[in-house]
């Protein structure tokens, strides 16, 4: 493996869902500490590999440097508010790398804080599916879907009533319905040319998947703090961290 790749760690300083999240404890560490522990891994491990963090927060910057992570990149505050799509930020610390360091990354690796759930394992086994699919320019890690739209899942149409979200042979059975995937928002692989067409989301029509084949989900509600802290803290996950 001779790729460049830059690994991005994201951490904005306000969070409303769970107040202060990129550095609340979990199991004896802060929370960013297990992305920066998976990164260095993967660091060791891979050849020309750059881990950059992205925050506006100084506190934040403290608490990675007590974790082994120092950056002199600071996110402008108009890519730090709850309306600028992370893929914005991912660039602009992107560009500042290449250009502090006077190269071009081929591809970007971003680790999501609050989906921790992941190893140095996972991330070189996706980095070898992405690679072999010449044409994909985004990859993201997904986990099985608990609902289906073509069997278990309804919106609500224009005329008020509702419908399966997607439609379907009224004989399909639940295992006979199209295989579907949840992000886990876990990790992303980035080609660098998904920047230089100015892409805004992970819904290209060149992106493909990595299916993680273990437990993983990210932090949305304080609740799911206590869930994964109890399964870190009684050994509960079904694989090593």
Same mark, same amino acid.
């Given at each position: 493996?001779?790729?460049?790749?830059?690994?991005?760690?994201?951490?904005?300083?306000? *969070?409303?869902?769970?107040?202060?999240?990129?550095?609340?404890?979990i199991?004896?560490?802060?929370?960013?500490?297990?992305?920066?522990q &998976?990164?260095?891994? /993967?660091?060791?491990?891979?050849?020309n590999?750059?881990?950059?963090?992205?925050?506006?927060?100084?506190?934040?910057?403290?608490?990675t440097k007590?974790?082994?992570l %120092?950056s002199?990149?600071?996110?402008?505050?108009a890519?730090?508010?709850?309306?600028?799509?992370?893929?914005?930020?991912?660039?602009?610390?992107?560009?500042?790398?290449e250009?502090?360091?006077?190269?071009?990354?081929?591809? &970007?690796?971003?680790?999501?804080v609050?989906?921790?759930?992941?190893?140095?394992?996972?991330?070189?086994?996706? /980095?070898?599916v992405i690679?072999?699919q010449?044409?994909?320019?985004?990859?993201?890690?997904v986990?099985p879907?608990?609902?289906?739209p073509? /069997?278990?899942?309804?919106?609500?149409?224009?005329?008020?009533?509702?419908?399966?979200?997607?439609?379907r042979?009224?004989a399909? *059975?639940?295992?006979a319905?199209?295989?579907v995937y %949840?992000?886990?928002?876990?990790?992303y692989?980035?080609r660098?040319? /998904?920047? %230089?067409?100015?892409?805004?989301s992970?819904d290209? %029509?060149? *992106?493909?998947?990595?299916?993680?084949?273990?437990m993983?989900f990210?932090?949305?509600?304080p609740?799911?703090?206590e869930?994964m802290e109890?399964?870190?803290?009684n050994?509960?996950?079904?694989?090593?961290?």
């Open positions: 493996m001779n790729k460049t790749i830059l690994i991005t760690i994201c951490a904005r300083g306000g *969070s409303k869902g769970i107040p202060g999240k990129n550095i609340k404890s199991n004896g560490h802060p929370l960013i500490w297990y992305t920066i &998976v990164a260095q891994q /993967f660091q060791s491990r891979i050849p590999v750059d881990i950059v963090l992205s925050t506006d927060s100084e506190e934040i910057k403290e608490v007590l974790c082994g %120092e002199d990149y600071k996110r402008p505050m890519l730090a508010n709850d309306t600028c799509g992370k893929i914005d930020a991912i660039k602009d610390v992107l560009i500042f790398c250009q502090s360091k006077g190269c071009r990354y081929d591809y &970007v690796l971003d680790l999501d609050t989906s921790p759930l992941r190893n140095t394992e996972d991330l070189i086994d996706a /980095f070898k690679e072999q010449e044409q994909a320019i985004v990859l993201y890690s986990s879907a608990k609902k289906n073509y /069997f278990n899942m309804v919106e609500r149409k224009a005329n008020g009533f509702y419908n399966l979200v997607k439609k042979d009224l399909l *059975s639940r295992q319905a199209p295989k %949840e992000l886990n928002a876990s990790f692989y980035y660098r040319i /998904f920047f %230089e067409r100015g892409y805004k992970i290209t %029509e060149n *992106s493909i998947i990595y299916l993680v084949p273990h993983c990210d932090l949305d509600e609740i799911d703090f869930f109890f399964l870190m803290a050994k509960k996950l079904d694989f090593i961290l």
